[in-house]
């Protein structure tokens, strides 16, 4: 399985852009995605996900009302969306996914397959 991701780039503070995440194999729907990303320094952290078969979706609380995670079934991947950047958002973002159930989504060790990593970078 291959997670292929898109988007990202250099942006100016309060602006918006769209990372995507396209799986290359099964249907979107049957995996729990999830984003991640690391920042310069620090630690990877949990972002957003959403769980196999689109039931619910969990966000870190700075994001909460900025970033929104969604699937395309069409193309069969989930992306990001993410509005009104700040310079702590810079960072590299990387897509995650599994398949069936687990317990907790928002730590890296359970997912199995990772996508290559976009850097975000937002200016002020």
């Known amino acids: 399985v291959q997670l292929v991701q898109s988007g990202g780039g250099s942006l100016h503070a309060g602006s918006s852009v769209t990372l995507s995440c396209a799986i290359s194999e099964g249907s979107i729907g049957s995996y729990t995605v999830a984003w991640f990303r690391q920042a310069p320094g620090k630690e990877r952290e949990f972002v957003c996900s959403?769980?196999?078969?689109?039931?619910?979706?969990n966000y870190l609380e700075s994001v909460k009302d900025r970033f929104t995670i969604a699937r395309d079934n069409f193309k069969n991947a989930v992306n990001l969306e993410m509005s009104n950047l700040n310079t702590e958002d810079t960072a590299v973002y990387y897509c995650a996914a599994t398949l069936g159930p687990l317990q907790s989504d928002t730590t890296a060790d359970v997912y199995d397959f990772w996508g290559q990593g976009t850097q975000v970078t937002v200016s002020s």
């Open positions: 959403t769980r196999w078969g689109g039931a619910s979706t």
